[in-house]
């Protein structure tokens, strides 16, 4: 199987609105009520808004394909946090923020997350960000050794509200590669 790691293009809105409503659920913790995960990708990853992510210039949304078939997705916010837990927190600026990073569960495992990591702090570097972060489930304890294991450290905490429910996230952050781009990188194109 051939993977690729590229950037998205405005044609992608519907294959990336597809896999985010696939593995949205999976970030959530036990308890997390099904109607307020459903209301949450109606909300924040229908087709609708990946068109907005997409025209964005502070956002850089990569898609991960395996023999042309999308498998997973990220999405870095370029810009200083709007959530002042957030901003206390991280320690490299400029930041950029992976606010997503999903991969379809038949293919955890083999490499794609990390491949889509890499190039996404790649990307953050070469458009001048210093660290990158992210928030993660305090209870999602595989999304938290793959993000250590990423080089992703603990700084501090955040809340994240789905539907109703407030759930606790940590914050982690890591410094960008001082060189930026390289090819070399894992699902570079």
């Known amino acids: 199987m051939s993977m690729q790691v590229r950037i998205a293009g405005a044609a992608d809105a519907g294959a990336l609105a597809e896999v985010a409503a696939a593995t949205f659920a999976l970030a959530c913790p036990p308890g997390t009520k099904q109607a307020d995960i459903d209301d949450f990708v109606a909300s924040n990853l229908s087709r609708e808004r990946f068109d907005r992510y997409l025209a964005d210039p502070a956002r850089v949304l990569l898609?991960?394909?395996?023999?042309?078939?999308?498998?997973?997705?990220?999405?870095?916010?370029?810009?200083?946090?709007?959530?002042?837990?957030?901003?206390?927190?991280?320690?490299?600026?400029?930041?950029?923020?992976?606010?997503?990073?999903?991969?379809?569960?038949?293919?955890?495992?083999?490499?794609?997350?990390?491949?889509?990591?890499?190039?996404?702090?790649?990307?953050?570097?070469?458009?001048?960000?210093?660290?990158?972060?992210?928030?993660?489930?305090?209870?999602?304890?595989?999304?938290?050794?793959?993000?250590?294991?990423?080089?992703?450290r603990v700084v501090g905490t955040k809340r994240f509200r789905v539907g109703a429910q407030l759930h606790d996230d940590f914050v982690r952050e890591r410094p960008v590669p001082r060189d930026g781009w390289s090819h070399d990188l894992p699902g570079g194109s």
């Open 63 to 152: 898609l991960a394909e395996l023999d042309a078939a999308p498998v997973g997705y990220t999405m870095l916010v370029l810009g200083e946090p709007a959530d002042p837990d957030v901003a206390a927190a991280i320690t490299l600026r400029p930041p950029a923020e992976l606010s997503k990073c999903y991969v379809l569960p038949a293919q955890h495992g083999g490499g794609i997350a990390a491949a889509l990591v890499e190039r996404s702090v790649a990307e953050a570097a070469a458009r001048g960000a210093a660290g990158v972060w992210l928030g993660v489930n305090q209870h999602n304890a595989r999304a938290n050794r793959f993000y250590e294991k990423s080089g992703f």
